[in-house]
C-alpha cells in the first residue's frame, strides 16, 4: 500500500504565502506523476497543478504566475509554492499520486487533504 502525507496550509493573510508539501511513501517501484487538486465549499474539486515523468509541469490558468509545483524526486514528495495567495484560494488542498507499484501495476492515490484559508 501506498500512503501520501500532507503538511503545510493554515491560516494566511491575503497577499501572503504558504509552501505545501506531500510525500508519498510504501510500496513504490516509481512516480509516475503527483499534483494537487483543491475543492472549496460549494465547488467541485478542481487541478491546481501537476508535475509528470519527463519534468513536465501544469499549472492552472487562476494560479499561474503565483503558484509553482516542483518535485524532490529522491523523497517522492511534491511541492506547492503559493505566492499572492487570493480569499479565493480558500479550499480543501488535496495531493494525488499516480504509482507504479513494486509489480509494475499504475495506482491513484489520494492524501487526506489540507485546509488553506486565505482572510482578505
Known amino acids: 500500500q501506498v500512503q501520501l502525507v500532507e503538511s503545510g496550509g493554515g491560516l494566511v493573510q491575503a497577499g501572503g504565502s504558504v509552501r505545501l508539501s506531500c510525500a508519498a511513501s510504501?510500496?513504490?517501484?516509481?512516480?509516475?506523476?503527483m499534483g494537487w487538486y483543491r475543492q472549496a465549499p460549494g465547488k467541485q474539486r478542481e487541478l491546481v497543478a501537476t508535475f509528470r515523468s519527463g519534468n513536465n509541469t501544469y499549472l492552472a490558468d487562476s494560479v499561474k504566475g503565483r503558484f509553482t509545483i516542483s518535485r524532490d524526486n529522491a523523497k517522492n514528495t511534491v511541492y506547492l509554492q503559493m505566492n499572492s495567495l487570493k480569499p479565493e484560494d480558500t479550499a480543501v488542498y488535496y495531493c494525488n499520486a499516480e504509482i507504479f507499484a513494486r509489480t509494475l501495476r499504475l495506482f491513484s492515490y489520494w492524501g487526506q487533504g489540507t485546509q488553506v484559508t486565505v482572510s482578505s
Open positions: 510504501g510500496n513504490i517501484f516509481s512516480v509516475n506523476a
